[in-house]
């Protein structure tokens, strides 16, 4: 079993930044699949960002060059920074597990307004 909390969420004007972060519980965290996905009012989930257990990274054409997704193996996280943020950005932000099966988290607002 894998809890996942997400905490850093929260109002930032446009060009700001903010960095997400996930912490999980449970012993097979290093071997999983870790991803941030975003889901805005009336629109369907999508993945934001992905790191496998190897490091290796992926990201939604739309947030190339501005998000950086990161992993501490050693502390059972995963991160999310992101930078130049746009008001397209503003969404609930949900860290994702994947090993045999999929966990999420709760939810984290993000919200880019002046």
């Known amino acids: 079993q894998v809890q996942l909390v997400e905490s850093g969420g929260g109002l930032v004007q446009p060009g700001g930044s903010l960095r997400l972060s996930c912490a999980a519980s449970?012993?097979?965290?290093?071997?999983?699949?870790m991803g941030w996905y975003r889901q805005a009012p009336g629109k369907q989930r999508e993945l934001v960002a992905g790191?496998?257990?190897?490091?290796?990274?992926n990201y939604a054409d739309s947030v190339k060059g501005r998000f950086t997704i990161s992993r501490d193996n050693a502390k059972n996280a995963v991160y999310l920074q992101m930078n130049s943020l746009k008001p397209e950005d503003t969404a609930v932000y949900y860290c994702?597990?994947?090993?045999?099966?999929?966990?999420w988290g709760q939810g984290t607002q993000v919200t880019v307004s002046s």
């Open positions: 994702n597990a994947k090993y045999v099966r999929s966990y």
């Open positions: 449970g012993s097979i965290f290093s071997l999983a699949a």
């Open positions: 790191i496998t257990s190897g490091g290796s990274t």
